[in-house]
Each structure stands twice: as structure tokens, then as C-alpha cells.
């Protein structure tokens, strides 16, 4: 049940998440900008957890009705972003970090 | 029956993995490990939500365990099948889909609450979760269709398929369109004012379906105009942005479904998109607002009337012999044609020579943030030689010879007039080297729609063709020189 309190509990976890990430990421070096947008990216398929709640769904004849098939597409999409995004990202920082170790540096 | 608690503390850490994931990807270093860790995050946060799903009551597992296998498989093989040139269309989709997700997932919320009438009375329940429902539904469906017009656009177009094939067996190619009269802005103004007075409506009235349908439809339509009338140069700054907007969504998702973990991990992706955004603009010398409302490149193109004779690579190997000094400005020509490996054997001849080659990287070059060093980091080319602009700028006067592979808007001078798309704009000061080499398709003005007067000055050699073969042939000629 949302009441007032816990609405604004949620509003203020909001408003000092979003200073939290300005601050985390002020500085970073051009190399990695890229890498840093596809992770961040990554993170953001967090709306997994929404898509996996709502696809808890009974099939009556074979039919689990119009949300919980939308809930599925949702769950196929945020896994797709989850999955994909740290395997890219993964993939991007290897040609960067490792190339850079095996340089000596 | 588990207290509730446990779930919360399993988010929190999921939550705090992200923040230490996001933190560390900002430095080269820890970079890796900040991806596991956001990586192990998500793991966590899927892992809680499965168990506590259980021990309170699975009423079908199919659409669970289905959704998660075909994404992980689609997800899996589009990850290991990308190349390098393709990488920021990769990421566009991806964001795409994240904000089609939060989107989906409200709009599934609110179906599931009408089909079971579990509409809360008038109160702060059903204003707080319907208004979230449709932030989350406006913010996600224009990441969703925002980010496959930005993946058209940085493909610059598309095969038509079923056409006929040409002689090179390709098929007809149609470029992605750029259309956007200064009126539209208003268009898209009432169309975002009818999507906030629709979700007013739904508080008033949640059994109306037409709002909910008219509010999608509404979203996905603004989500395309947003982009149509930006031009394919601008493309990092609109995919920065839509990243941070597929975690505002997110964000919002997490309003719906009373969750912490969405709330904190989205509102910190939003911050951090929104902070990379403006480090772009910056960079370009524009605002977010001129790069997002007035329409620049793509249109427009001007015809070429000047000519310029084309080099060949025996000349230019020539004037590379005896230098001191020799600067590498690539640009997203280089990434098309993956001649990044060419570039650096081409390099490699010269240091072997004796001459010092660094390369100059334009902080727009490409259609990424990052996009060359990370194309030349393949190309095993040491990080140090990597200068960024204004570095590079106080060394071009002393330099012999500068190479422009595949570049055009951002070495033209044009931009230091301050007037047209490019004006303002910071450039490479390539014409400030002693005899400046530029390897281009043709004398076709760039995504900014300007002539570029590099290509037509005296001291410029102009080698036309595709970036790879002429770095091949290039190399070649100074081999037997």
C-alpha cells in the first residue's frame, strides 16, 4: 500500500540518486566515454525486476491475457539490454585495458 | 514465509554494486572490474526477485523463464557478433530496448489493474502510481522509437530488401531521411502538452482506455519527431541523451512497482547520461537546446564546384620521406572502412624511421565519445600517442606532414569564421601543418552540409578513394620507396 510517507521516502532516494550520479562521474578520460554510456546503459535494463514481477502469470487455455504477454516482451527486451549491454561493454574494455597492458604501460 | 527485510537488503546491496560499478567504470584502470561489478548487481537483483517470487507464490513460470532465455540468447548473440563500426548502433539499440521495457512494463501494470479492477480510490495511491505509470510510458516509448531512428541515422540508411542487387551485389540503398521545418518544434511542444494533460485525464478517469492507447501512440510519434530533424553528426549527444532518459524511466518504473533499486540504479544512469551529454555539447562549442531544435546537417548538401587533382600514394609517400613529425587525424571514415590497422602500419614504417607520429583525436570524431581511441586501442596503438584536441593544436605548426583519414568537419577551417552550422565549432588545426594529406571518398562536403577549403589548398595532397585501401597502397609505397 503507497501512502504519503513511503511516496516521499521514494521521491527523496530519487532526488539523491540523481546528485549521487552527477558526482560519480564528473571526471572521466574521452577513452572512456563510450564504454562508460553502453555500462551505464546496461544498468539501466534494471527494469528487469518490474518485467520479471509482472510476468508471473497463470495460462488459462493457453492464454495469459494482453499484460502479461506485453510483460513478457518487456522481460525479453530488459534481458536483451542486461545481457548484451555488460557483454559490449566487456567486449570494449578488453580492446582498450588489455591492449594497454600488453603495451607495457 | 521470509520478513520482507531480506528482500530490501538484497536490493540495497544490488543498488550499492551499481554505484561502485559506475564509479569504477570512469577510470581506465578499474574499468573491467566496474563493469563485473554492475554486471553482479544486476545478477543479484534478478537472483532476489526470483526467490522472493517463489517463496511468496509462482502462479507460471512459462512467461518467466521463457523471457529470459530468448533474451539472454538474442542478447548473447548480438553481443559476440558486433564489430567495432557497429558498436554505437549496438548501444543505441540496447538503450532503445531498456526504455521500451519500462515503458512496457507500466503499460502492463495498468492492463493487469483494470482487468482485475484493482484500481485504488481517489487518494495519493492512485495519483502517485498513475502519474509514474505515465511519466515512465512518455520517457520510455521516446527512448524506444528515438533510439531506432538514432540506430537508422547512425547507419546513415538502409538497404531496401527484395530489390535488386547491383554488380557489387548489394542491394538499393535508401539514406535515412533529415527533415525537420522550424514549425515542427511547436508540433512537438503540443504533442508533449496533450501526453501530460492525457495522464491528468487517466488520474480522473483509469477505466478509459482510449487515453491509455492515445498517450502510447502520442509518446512513440514524439519520440520520432525528436530525432528526425537532428542530423546524423549529432548523433552521440542524441544517444547520450537517451541513455540518460532510458534511466529516467526506469526511475519511474520503479515509482510503479514500489521498488528502491530502480529507483536509485535509473536516476543515476539518468545523471550520468545527462553529465556525458553536456560534456559533448561542450565540445561541439553548442548547446544542448541548438543541437536538439534548430535542424544542422544532413540537409541541404551543397554541389561541389571546385576541383582538386588526387594524389597518388607514390607522391605521397615521397614528401613522408625525411620528415621529423607527423600528426594522424582520423575521423569516421577510418572507422567505416576498418583501416585502423593500416593506419597503424603506416605509422609503424614511419617510427621506424625515425619519425615521431602522434595522433590528434577530435572529440566529436566518429559517432561515439571514445570512438577512435577505441577503434585505435584495437589497432594496438600506445595510449600516449593519443593527444586530444587541445594538445595537439600547439604541435601542428611544428608538424610536417598531417594525415586526415576519413575526417572532414572536424578539421575544417570554415569554423574558425564563426559563421554557418560549423561556426564556433573547435577543429583540428590541420592546415597549420606543413603539407596536410587527406584520404576522402571525394571532395563531398561532410554531415555538416559545408564545403571544407582544406581540400582545395595548395599545399593539400588529396587521395581518393576508401580509407583502408589507400592506407594499403600508401603503405606499400613507402615500403618500395
Known amino acids: 500500500m503507497l501512502t504519503l510517507t513511503t511516496?516521499?521516502?521514494?521521491?527523496?532516494?530519487?532526488?539523491?540518486?540523481?546528485?549521487?550520479?552527477?558526482?560519480?562521474?564528473?571526471?572521466?578520460?574521452?577513452?572512456?566515454?563510450?564504454?562508460?554510456?553502453?555500462?551505464?546503459?546496461?544498468?539501466?535494463?534494471?527494469?528487469?525486476?518490474?518485467?520479471?514481477?509482472?510476468?508471473?502469470?497463470?495460462?488459462?487455455?493457453?492464454?495469459?491475457?494482453?499484460?502479461?504477454?506485453?510483460?513478457?516482451?518487456?522481460?525479453?527486451?530488459?534481458?536483451?539490454?542486461?545481457?548484451?549491454?555488460?557483454?559490449?561493454?566487456?567486449?570494449?574494455?578488453?580492446?582498450?585495458?588489455?591492449?594497454?597492458?600488453?603495451?607495457?604501460? | 514465509m521470509v520478513d520482507s527485510v531480506v528482500w530490501d537488503i538484497g536490493y540495497l546491496v544490488s543498488a550499492a554494486l551499481f554505484i561502485l560499478g559506475i564509479k569504477r567504470l570512469s577510470s581506465p584502470r578499474t574499468a573491467p572490474q566496474g563493469n563485473m561489478l554492475g554486471a553482479y548487481g544486476m545478477l543479484l537483483a534478478v537472483l532476489v526477485t526470483l526467490v522472493k517470487m517463489y517463496t511468496e507464490e509462482v502462479i507460471g513460470y512459462e512467461l518467466i523463464i521463457g523471457g529470459l532465455v530468448v533474451g539472454s540468447t538474442i542478447g548473447y548473440f548480438m553481443a559476440t557478433r558486433v564489430g567495432m563500426t557497429e558498436m554505437p548502433e549496438l548501444v543505441a539499440l540496447f538503450n532503445g530496448f531498456g526504455g521500451g521495457a519500462s515503458a512496457l512494463v507500466g503499460l502492463s501494470e495498468v492492463l493487469n489493474r483494470l482487468q482485475y479492477s484493482n484500481i485504488p480510490d481517489p487518494g495519493v495511491e492512485l495519483y502517485a502510481t498513475w502519474v509514474a505509470i505515465g511519466l515512465s510510458g512518455i520517457v520510455g516509448w521516446v527512448t524506444l522509437t528515438g533510439s531506432l531512428m538514432a540506430m537508422g541515422k547512425l547507419r546513415g540508411g538502409f538497404y531496401i530488401p527484395f530489390t535488386k542487387k547491383d554488380e557489387r551485389g548489394r542491394r538499393k540503398w535508401v539514406n535515412f531521411p533529415t527533415w525537420g521545418p522550424p514549425w515542427l518544434n511547436y508540433v512537438k511542444g503540443a504533442i508533449l502538452l496533450t501526453c501530460f494533460s492525457l495522464i491528468g485525464l487517466t488520474v480522473q478517469d483509469p477505466h478509459n482506455?482510449?487515453?491509455?492507447?492515445?498517450?502510447?501512440?502520442?509518446?512513440?510519434?514524439?519520440?520520432?519527431?525528436?530525432?528526425?530533424?537532428?542530423?546524423?553528426?549529432?548523433?552521440?549527444?542524441?544517444?547520450?541523451?537517451?541513455?540518460?532518459?532510458?534511466?529516467?524511466?526506469?526511475?519511474?518504473?520503479?515509482?510503479?512497482?514500489?521498488?528502491?533499486?530502480?529507483?536509485?540504479?535509473?536516476?543515476?544512469?539518468?545523471?550520468?547520461?545527462?553529465?556525458?551529454?553536456?560534456?559533448?555539447?561542450?565540445?561541439?562549442?553548442?548547446?544542448?537546446?541548438?543541437?536538439?531544435?534548430?535542424?544542422?546537417?544532413?540537409?541541404?548538401?551543397?554541389?561541389?564546384t571546385r576541383t582538386k587533382v588526387g594524389s597518388d600514394p607514390e607522391e605521397v609517400a615521397m614528401v613522408c620521406d625525411g620528415i621529423s613529425k607527423c600528426v594522424i587525424i582520423p575521423g569516421y571514415g577510418m572507422a567505416v572502412s576498418q583501416a585502423q590497422h593500416a593506419v597503424k602500419e603506416f605509422a609503424d614504417q614511419l617510427e621506424a624511421q625515425g619519425v615521431e607520429v602522434l595522433y590528434g583525436i577530435h572529440p566529436v570524431a566518429g559517432r561515439m565519445?571514445?570512438?577512435?581511441?577505441?577503434?585505435?586501442?584495437?589497432?594496438?596503438?600506445?595510449?600516449?600517442?593519443?593527444?586530444?584536441m587541445d594538445e595537439i593544436n600547439s604541435e601542428l605548426p611544428e608538424t610536417d606532414v598531417a594525415l586526415v583519414i576519413g575526417a572532414n568537419d572536424t578539421v575544417n577551417p570554415v569554423a574558425r569564421t564563426g559563421e554557418g552550422p560549423l561556426g564556433g565549432m573547435p577543429i583540428i588545426d590541420a592546415d597549420k601543418a606543413r603539407v596536410v594529406v587527406i584520404i576522402k571518398r571525394s571532395l563531398s562536403v561532410g554531415y555538416a552540409g559545408v564545403d571544407n577549403d582544406l581540400f582545395f589548398e595548395d599545399k593539400t595532397m588529396m587521395l581518393f578513394g576508401d580509407g583502408k585501401k589507400m592506407m594499403n597502397e600508401l603503405n606499400a609505397a613507402i615500403k618500395e620507396f
Open chain 2, 209 to 304: 482506455y482510449d487515453y491509455i492507447y492515445s498517450l502510447v501512440l502520442l509518446s512513440c510519434l514524439l519520440g520520432i519527431l525528436f530525432v528526425v530533424p537532428i542530423g546524423g553528426a549529432d548523433m552521440p549527444v542524441v544517444v547520450s541523451l537517451l541513455n540518460s532518459m532510458s534511466g529516467i524511466a526506469a526511475a519511474f518504473t520503479g515509482f510503479v512497482i514500489g521498488n528502491n533499486v530502480l529507483i536509485i540504479a535509473g536516476s543515476m544512469v539518468g545523471a550520468a547520461g545527462l553529465i556525458l551529454t553536456f560534456i559533448m555539447c561542450k565540445a561541439m562549442n553548442r548547446t544542448l537546446t541548438a543541437v536538439l531544435f534548430k535542424s544542422f546537417g544532413g540537409g541541404g548538401r551543397e554541389s561541389v
Open chain 2, 369 to 388: 565519445p571514445g570512438h577512435m581511441n577505441v577503434l585505435l586501442a584495437e589497432a594496438s596503438v600506445p595510449y600516449e600517442q593519443l593527444i586530444e
Open chain 1, 7 to 105: 511516496l516521499v521516502a521514494s521521491i527523496t532516494v530519487f532526488v539523491l540518486a540523481i546528485f549521487l550520479g552527477f558526482e560519480l562521474i564528473s571526471k572521466v578520460p574521452p577513452t572512456l566515454h563510450t564504454p562508460l554510456m553502453s555500462g551505464a546503459n546496461a544498468i539501466s535494463g534494471i527494469t528487469i525486476v518490474g518485467a520479471l514481477i509482472l510476468s508471473n502469470a497463470e495460462f488459462n487455455n493457453g492464454d495469459p491475457g494482453t499484460a502479461s504477454w506485453l510483460a513478457f516482451i518487456a522481460l525479453v527486451m530488459a534481458t536483451i539490454n542486461v545481457v548484451g549491454g555488460f557483454m559490449v561493454t566487456n567486449k570494449m574494455l578488453e580492446m582498450i585495458a588489455g591492449k594497454k597492458r600488453r603495451g607495457g604501460n
